[in-house]
Nanobody, 121 residues
Framework: QVQLVESGGGLVQAGGSLRLSCVAS????????MGWYRQAPGKQRELVAS???????KYADSVKGRFTVSRDNANNTVYLQMNSLKPEDTAVYFC???????????????WGQGTQVTVSS
């Protein structure tokens, strides 16, 4: 009933840029927070960046100044612009959202399937 579809991952050289996109669809009344997590091999999943419906954002210390999260509420889309990429940014990146199906309903968390980002040195 609900889908998150990520795109934009791929292989890039160190110092390069990528832009991830994530579009939500389905039975959604409203999306509250949206964000991006990542998981590298052998490591725990970690928050990369998140953004509220009003546009307030927060970032992991490791990506501050290099990554920018933004969203388009009208199109239920969140973006992650990644600049000055480093090999340590290599991971599967997951889109996530907290959404409501009804005006007075409780929020649900939902995750996308992930998109691979590989940064070569």
């Amino acid at each position: 009933q609900v889908q998150l579809v990520e795109s934009g991952g791929g292989l890039v050289q160190a110092g390069g840029s990528l832009r991830l996109s994530c579009v939500a669809s389905g039975r959604i009344f409203r999306i509250d927070d949206m964000g991006w997590y990542r998981q590298a091999p052998g490591k725990q999943r970690e928050l990369v960046a998140s953004i509220t419906r009003g546009g307030l954002s927060k970032y992991a210390d490791s990506v501050k100044g290099r990554f920018t999260v933004s969203r388009d509420n009208a199109n239920n889309t969140v973006y992650l612009q990644m600049n000055s990429l480093k090999p340590e940014d290599t991971a599967v990146y997951f889109c996530t959202m907290a959404y409501r199906m009804l005006p007075s309903g409780a929020p649900y968390d939902y995750w996308g399937q992930g998109t691979q980002v590989t940064v070569s040195s």
